[in-house]
């Protein structure tokens, strides 16, 4: 995809973080945006500022685990603007943590709705409205560096590994008919946004019964806040996810310097051996 003046993106988990730097990096492009999320009040907001700056926006609150929210966002999309050229499937959550034993059914409904039934709505939903219109096109599933390694995250990390192998069939199969719209898997590492405390927008339907905190838990928590403040900072990425779908590049490896991870893996399955994760060897 070359052209960008005028053409109409879409991004779910638009009110922060990466998908709110995405939403503002494709209106410096002159697109025109629609930004989805669950978070009624931050999605407000954001779509305020980005009129500010003169940006052409709209705002749509979803939840992306429903189907039906999806369908409404599309046809939203549609009634606005008349087509829709980029959609990024990047809404996400992540749990308390705790062993993958120790999660409970509504833990799976939470983190799977959210994180991979939101990309497989986004895709069912978009590409075929995307195909119709014969235009040139993208799609940027929101994956995770742990969507590519072993000992990712358990739940988390579970809904990751799925997005790139949705990701990966969905290119293949774009390829193979002859689209003119293509597609890329975004896996990022540690990037400076509050996703650990995503718990904020859990369904009260979904909540577990109070419980005490787990010391080994927190302190792991802990740690990880550290690592996502240090982080990248989501315009770094905004930027290389408009790199890729410029260079029609489908892998988007935002860390390099965490390669080796990956790189593990691969090894340690081509050589028949046992996971391990983080361990360094």
Not at 5 to 10: L, T
Not at 52 to 77: C, F, M, Y
Not at 205 to 218: S, T
Not at 227 to 255: C, K, M, W
Request: with cysteine.
């Amino acid at each position: 995809m070359k052209e960008f003046e005028d053409k109409v993106a879409v991004v779910t988990g638009a009110a922060s973080g990466i998908g709110r730097a995405m939403a503002e990096r494709f209106a410096t492009e002159g697109m025109k945006v629609v930004l989805a999320d669950i978070e009624e009040g931050a999605l407000a907001k954001a779509e305020a500022e980005m009129r500010e700056k003169s940006a052409s926006v709209l705002s749509v609150v979803t939840d992306v685990s429903k189907g039906e929210d999806i369908e409404k966002l599309a046809q939203e999309t549609l009634d606005a603007f008349g087509a829709v050229h980029v959609v990024c499937n990047n809404a996400g959550v992540t749990d308390r943590g705790g062993a993958i034993w120790q999660k409970t059914l509504a833990d799976w409904e939470w983190v799977m709705g959210a994180n991979l039934w939101g990309v497989i709505h986004g895709v069912r939903v978009f590409v075929p409205i995307m195909l119709e219109q014969g235009d040139e096109g993208h799609v940027v599933n929101t994956a995770s560096l742990a969507g590519l390694m072993a000992g990712g995250g358990n739940t988390y990390g579970v809904t990751k590994h799925g997005v790139v192998s949705l990701s990966e069939s969905l290119y293949l199969e774009l390829q193979t008919a002859g689209a003119k719209i293509s597609a890329s898997v975004l896996c990022p590492g540690w990037v400076n946004t509050d996703i650990l405390d995503a718990e904020r927008n859990r369904p009260p339907e979904l909540a577990n019964p109070a419980q005490e905190p787990d010391p080994i838990v927190e302190e792991g928590r802990k740690m990880v806040r550290g690592l996502l403040e240090s982080g990248l900072s989501p315009d770094n990425v905004a930027d290389q996810v408009f790199n890729a779908i410029r260079d029609d590049r489908f892998y988007i490896l935002t860390h390099p310097e965490m390669t080796p991870v990956v790189e593990r893996r691969m090894n340690d399955i081509l050589g028949g051996r046992n996971p391990t994760g983080f361990v360094p060897q």
